[in-house]
């Protein structure tokens, strides 16, 4: 059996989950209404996102991400349902007498607009998925992960962190990129106020480039969790971030296969004012320096 088809089945078993409503409907007869429209499950982003099936690394598991509309709950509502692939392997087997498959977990997240639940990844030992939770473009992203072996939903960051990339390894080793919504709100005053004429002398190129108006948002912090011990990456007392082409959006972030090291796969800024020509490196030696 391929994924492709293990995939497949996943969605119509999640589909299956509904066969008594459908019936019910088509029973009664009833018209299609704008309540239906919205309690629709969708298997990919109404953006224009690809539709997310994504087995672990073990391929013991395999996650399908949906969204719908809660008209009772008056919110967004996004799932990974999370399957044993040889749950459905029997199905296949004995699809006469099997009943429907059914997800071993289902991670359930709410809020005002979607998506929830993004850039989700499995663990490399295949023990969770990781994801950014957050409702729709708001910046309000919190750094999540979904333990499967206990069932748990454990907060990797603080609520008064903005996450904007992550890489993980497990709970004891992740790096990730964040600013503090205080920032923001400084941020997002000054961009209000008037703004005076700019002389350059004493400016960077960059402030130059990119005048406060311009910014989404202040730039991010890169923070490190290796051993457990969390640190924020410095270079020579000043913060660092990895920066995209964009100028302000948070980079690329990568760890070592043992989580002992970090490393960006984009530029980085120094201090806000000092573009660096290198890649940042946060490591088990930096966290030890952390705490001294």
Known sequence: MNKVT???L???ALLGTS????VSAQEAKRPFTVADDIGLTYFYDLGGG???VLFSPDESYFAVWSERGRVELNCVEDSLRIYRRQDVEAFLRHADTSHPVTPVWIVNRSGEEGPIIRDWRWLPDSSGVAFLQGAGES???QLVLADLRKRVIQPLTSKQEVVGTFDIRDREHYVYTAFDRAEREVSQKR????RATT????HSLLELLFPDEERIEPPSHLWAVISGKRFEVKQDGAPVAPVNATGWSPGDLALSPDGGSARSRDPIIVGNTIPAPFPVIASSQAARGADA
């Open 6 to 8: 293990i995939a497949i």
């Open 10 to 12: 996943s969605i119509v």
């Open 19 to 22: 066969d008594s409503r459908i």
């Open 50 to 52: 690809r539709a997310e």
């Open 139 to 141: 910046v309000k992203k």
């Open 191 to 194: 961009r209000t106020e008037p």
């Open 199 to 202: 002389i350059v002398t004493g």
